[in-house]
């Protein structure tokens, strides 16, 4: 892995993405977002995720955060992982109405018989490549790609229209997370 995919600065600030194996649209489900919302919020109270913006989309997400003092974004982001991965499968898993549930956990146990760290399963990719936010104007334009995502894949008109965004906390409404402005 190149080192421009690592977190080289502990205190920084990065725009970080991940994504399902397979890019399968896991999250196009209520209850699979709401384990993901639930998570973010527990990473920040108590795990140390400094969230600045987040969207979620139907098969990838995407933050700016930084770690807080005494923490490390590699660990957040580990522990963020681990739990929304096994969270969701078994809500996969129980979910009599996923329609796509014997494909998708096909798809995520194939993935995790090649992973040596998995013991069945794979449900996010492996990679994070994070950037480290630090040029001028790099703050500013990555918010908008991320909060655009929505926009530019066509489920809403304006960024502040999609629930699972924090677009909504900078149009001035308290969105799903507790995030610190940027």
Known sequence: MSRAWKFQN?????????????????????VYNEIVVDSLNYSIENKGLELCAWVLM????????RAA??????????????????????????NDQESRKEWMLSIF???GSYNSNNSTFQFWRQDNKPIELIKPGQIENTL???????????????????????????????????????
């Open 10 to 30: 502990p205190d920084g600030l990065y725009f970080i993405s991940f994504a399902t194996v397979g890019w399968i649209d896991v999250f196009t489900r209520r």
């Open 109 to 111: 146990k194939n993935a």
């Open 69 to 94: 003092e005494g923490f490390a974004m590699p660990d957040i982001i580990r522990d963020f992982k681990k739990y929304t991965s096994k969270q969701i499968l078994k809500a996969i898993e129980e």
């Open 58 to 65: 139907t098969n990838h997400m995407h933050w700016i955060a």
């Open 144 to 182: 908008k790609y991320l909060h655009n995502n929505p926009v530019v894949a066509g489920f809403v008109n304006e960024p502040e229209q999609y629930l699972h965004s924090s677009a909504t906390d900078y149009g001035g409404d308290a969105g799903l997370v507790k995030i610190q402005l940027l």
